[in-house]
């Protein structure tokens, strides 16, 4: 009875050693096999059978590209300025083996040469320059950070700095420096709009004067014409009542001269004719010398019928 207990416990033990020995790699990770202590390959991701007691998982590598964030280095200006900065750093593993044998701390690795890497570039930079020129620091960064991790299995893709922390006394000139940027920048904003202002009232003023002047000018010639109109209107009515004067005189000559008068008769008329045109109000009048015999001939007959 002991023996088939003895024998149970080993087959269980036989179990478990090949299961231990059955291994799985996940995506975006790769496994850094050792046998007898050395290097022997590097499991990529499916399933993977080990020798037992041979073989050994001597480090698990994640293939993912992973951020660290460094604490804020102190660094020094070329002007002399002391100040702090922290930097984030997006790394990927690109050679597990020389990840696991190149460097014994590998982020501890990057977070040194990442300060020395931060101070040569500052070191070179004054002030004003560091504030404004984060894109160069960045790129002057990475590109020093992928060459100096290359031989220990990592791809530096981006560092980005991430605070830039000025000592307080240059941060209260700046901040002072600020104030008085955006109360230039006020005034200035508030002459352009008092200028701008000032020209849009002067352009309307010369706009409404114009208006004015135009509307005075349409009003004078509409005057104009309606003038020329009633002269034209109060002519062609003296014209027209000096036709019909004219047609009627000559309407009573022809039917004069239908009823058989004589010369006389006519000359009479004549002067009947000069009565109405001086209208009492002539002062001299100028008779024709054949009708003035007439005349005289006719105030005769008058005195006779008296």
Not at 5 to 19: D, N, T, Y
Not at 188 to 198: D, Q, V, W, Y
């Amino acid at each position: 009875m002991g023996g088939v207990i003895a024998l149970v416990v080993v087959l269980i033990l036989v179990v478990m050693i090949l299961i231990s020995c059955i291994k799985i790699v996940p995506q975006a990770h790769a496994y850094v096999v050792e046998r007898l202590g050395a290097y022997q390959q590097t499991w990529s991701v499916g399933l993977h059978i080990k020798v037992p007691f041979i073989d050994k998982v001597a480090k698990r590598v994640v293939l993912k590209e992973q951020v660290v964030d460094f604490a804020p280095q102190p660094v020094i200006t070329k002007d002399n300025v002391t100040m702090r900065i922290d930097t984030v750093v997006f790394f990927q593993i690109t050679d597990p083996k020389l990840f696991a044998y190149g460097v014994e701390n590998p982020i501890m690795a990057i977070e040194n040469l990442t300060a020395t890497t931060l101070r040569n570039i500052i070191g070179e930079m004054e002030l004003d320059q560091t504030l404004t020129s984060r894109e160069v620091i960045n790129t002057k960064m990475r590109a020093s950070l992928d060459i100096a991790t290359d031989p220990w299995g990592i791809k530096v893709n981006r560092v980005e700095l991430k605070n830039i922390i000025p000592p307080a006394a240059i941060q209260d000139a700046m901040e002072k420096q600020m104030k008085a940027e955006r109360e230039r920048r006020e005034a200035i904003l508030r002459a352009e709009g008092e200028k701008k202002s000032t020209v849009l009232v002067a352009e309307g003023k010369k706009e409404s004067a114009i208006l004015e002047a135009e509307a005075e000018k349409q009003s004078a010639i509409l005057r104009a014409e309606a003038q020329k109109e009633k002269m034209i209107r109060e002519a062609e009515g003296e014209a027209e009542a000096i036709l019909k004067v004219q047609q009627a005189t000559a309407d009573g000559i022809r039917m004069i001269r239908e009823a058989g008068a004589d010369e006389s008769v006519l000359k009479i008329k004549s002067l009947e004719a000069f009565e109405k045109a001086a209208d009492g109000q002539a002062t001299k009048i100028i008779i024709p010398s054949e009708i003035q015999g007439l005349a005289g001939l006719a105030a005769s007959v008058k005195e006779v019928l008296k």
